[in-house]
């Protein structure tokens, strides 16, 4: 509340504000009414001066304004905050003055505070956000900043918790900050949902919880929302690809988008040679209906079968069995198509291989005419020996034939048929009567064959629909790698997050004293030291948490993500010191100001320093990560930052480098296959492999020293645990084993 003479004890110039404590929304502007009155005995002309934020934020249709003695007027000072784009949400003190025009040395001012923000919460924790509507795509990330303000009068340390959205999707530097009385600080929230059906498209409410550890029951509540866009995918199989004209087979798809979709599966053959039906179950039978179009609506991450078979419209009179192809095509709402190919084995009304027989019948009835008609009782023995010749003769053809047009037609060797082991000799006799003795030895089946002698061997036929695959994962657990080394990792498994040792000769977690919030730990080359970040700084201890060093004490910045030069003398890291995340470089030692080695106004992190061997130019180079080209790329320049190159080039997120200290092989994480995966690539950008595939979230690799192990973080088992693999991607072992959230970050 103003006092009665609000312009008191303010000498020649008098000014006063409406209020001194204001708030705009990055992109919104707000108004600062004063009054200024002039408390001379003479005209003057007072100017308007505006102090603490940028003079491109300010507007106003006065900034001179002429009064005579004991005149007031009401001046509007418009605020306009840029987008976050040019700014970045907090709290900034401003200081308005006026000056005279007629004695220069006389003036006034009035001080206020501006906060730029969103959302503010008031309290012994202030919390300030830019936005609290958020949307992202799949696959892609939306990256917003909160401003952390401790409103006490005692440091205190704020914990901050995230309700409503899955914790794999959030990444922060800075889960737990320790503030001191008044101060403030910027916190960078990343939010990246799986292109997966997991992250359902719409709308999903979420807050932010931001905890002190000083008052536990002092705590401030965000409420945000974040809209998911929707995606398109899926998979699709048929089986099996080849079947009987009364055999049933199946389409299956699995809708792998983020919504309910419907899909179209069509039937083509060959001048539409082949009738198509769509089974259904009623009263529990199938129904087959005839079709050749279906419309199936499948939600998402869900799978469905769709039943059919088929045959020909018009069958041939006689023919064997043809293989006559088809194609079935499955459309997604959103245009997306897959075929597969496929054939139906039918036949004609009467087989081929019937003529054979029919001319057999015929052979035999005219034989048997022959015999009665000629039959005379002196000939009796010839006439039989001779009918017996005939008969051998005629069936040996017969087999012959049957064969053949059994071949001819593409029936199955293991068709049922009779098989017959009988076997005739005709002996012809050299008498002139012509007198033939003829030699039948029959089976049971008393049923003369010819004296080749044929039989079927059925072929091994497996079941149509056996896998193809053998499974990748064994039901057991498989026995510990014999590996060499210690992994420093981070663990929540003693409710603070802190950094463990694991020995991996028998994988047992020691926590390191005095690391509690401590994270994104680092060997040095000589395993002498540990670098590591906590509360925005960067520090440097002995493997058993003695000797703790602060190298940016101090700073006011956000320092994270250190990494060693290949002889152990330098340090990089990224940091916000000049208003956005750039790339740094100091002595491992500190004692001298770090130097900027990206110099540029993308976001520039997560840096990993090695040496090449060749490739890159035989000096030392350092991985990065970067959106210089509109989105997360994985960047190598030299160690002081000259001739950057993109090695990732790819329009999904790839992030997290990891260069073996030797160089050769660079690891990184990618969802361009949908999810996170752990990749390889080498140092000039080529031989891409994905060593994970597999549906978690793989991420955070690092590799052994002798180069031949590669350890990182997965949610495979429901949380995060860190597995060990062969640097090919296999031999995989679960090195932690607890419930707790383990990260995996560096490896001795």
Known sequence: ???????????????????????????????????????????????????????????????????????????????????????????????????????????????????????EVQGRIGLLMDSVQFTVAPGSNTTFTLVLINNGLTEDTLRMKIEGISMGWVSTPSPVTKLGPGEQ???????????????????HAFHIQIISEAAPDQLVEADCTLTIAAFSQFSSELQPPRMEAVQNAQIGIKNEGNVRDTFTITWQSHEDQLAFEVGSVENEQWVFNQAKLQEVRIPEGKAVSTV???????????????????????????????????????????????????LVLCIMMIC???????????????????AAAIIAATTTVIAQETQSAQLTAGVPTNTPEPTFTETATVTPSETPTGTA???????????????????????????????????????????????????????????????????????????????????????????????????????????????????????????????????GAQIAFESDRTGNWEIFSMPAGGGE??????????????????????????????????DRDGNQEVYAMKSNGDQPRNLSNNGASDSQPAAASSGGTILFTSNRDGNQEIYSVFEDGSGLVNLTRNSANDSLSTWSRD??????????DGNSEIYVMDKNGNN??????????????TWR
Do not use: C
């Not at 001179?64 to 005149?71: C, D, E, F, I, K």
């Not at 054939?343 to 027989?357: F, G, K, S």
């Not at 990206?598 to 061997?613: I, K, L, V």
């Open 368 to 386: 048997m005419a022959i015999f009665f008609v000629n039959w005379r009782g002196d000939q009796t023995a010839n006439q039989d020996a001779t």
């Open 1 to 119: 509340m103003m006092s009665e003479n609000p312009f008191e004890n303010q000498g020649r110039i008098g000014m006063v504000a409406g209020e001194t404590e204001y708030s705009v929304a990055p992109a919104g502007n707000t108004t600062i009414e004063l009054t200024l009155r002039n408390q001379g005995l003479e005209d003057d002309i007072f100017s308007l001066s505006v102090g603490g934020i940028p003079a491109s934020w300010i507007s106003t249709a006065s900034p001179n304004v002429n009064l005579a003695p004991g005149q007031e007027k009401e001046i509007a000072l418009i605020i306009q905050a840029p987008a976050l784009t040019e700014t970045s949400v907090g709290q900034y003190p401003v200081k308005i003055r006026a000056t005279s025009q007629k004695i220069p040395s006389q003036f006034t001012e009035i001080d206020i505070q501006l906060t730029v923000a969103t959302l």
């Open 593 to 626: 100001e770090p130097v900027n080695l990206t110099n540029n106004g993308a976001s520039d992190t997560q840096p990993s320093w090695f040496r090449s061997g060749g490739i890159l130019g035989g000096s030392e180079w350092i991985a990065f990560t970067t």
């Open 437 to 567: 003795t003829a030699t039948l030895t029959e089976t049971p089946s008393q049923t003369p064959i010819p004296s080749e002698t044929t039989t079927a061997v059925p072929p091994t036929v497996g079941p149509t629909d056996a896998p193809t695959q053998a499974p990748t994962e064994a039901p057991t657990e498989p026995p510990a790698p014999s590996l060499r080394g210690e992994i420093i990792f981070e663990s929540t498994r003693n409710g603070t997050p802190a950094l463990f040792k694991l020995q991996t000769w028998n994988f047992t977690p020691v926590m390191i004293a005095g690391t509690e919030n401590a994270t994104q730990a680092e060997w040095s080359p000589d395993g002498g030291r540990i670098a590591f970040a906590r509360n925005g700084d960067i520090f440097t201890m002995n493997p058993d948490g003695t000797n703790l060093i602060n190298l940016t004490e101090g700073s006011g910045s956000n320092d994270r993500n250190p990494t060693w030069s290949p002889n």
């Open 308 to 358: 059919f078979r088929a045959g020909l419209r018009q069958r041939p009179f006689i023919g064997g069995k043809v293989a006559y192809p088809y194609s079935a095509h499955i459309r997604s709402s959103s245009g997306e198509t897959q075929t597969h190919n496929g054939e139906v084995v039918d036949q004609a009304l009467v087989p081929i291989w019937v003529l054979p027989i029919v």
């Open 185 to 203: 600080r910027e916190i960078p929230i990343t939010i990246q949902p799986p292109r997966s059906a997991e992250s359902r498209a719409g709308r």
């Open 707 to 716: 180069g031949d192990w590669i350890a990182f973080t997965t949610n495979r």
């Open 732 to 745: 995989l072992y679960n090195a932690t084993h607890n419930s707790a959230e383990d990260y995996s970050w």
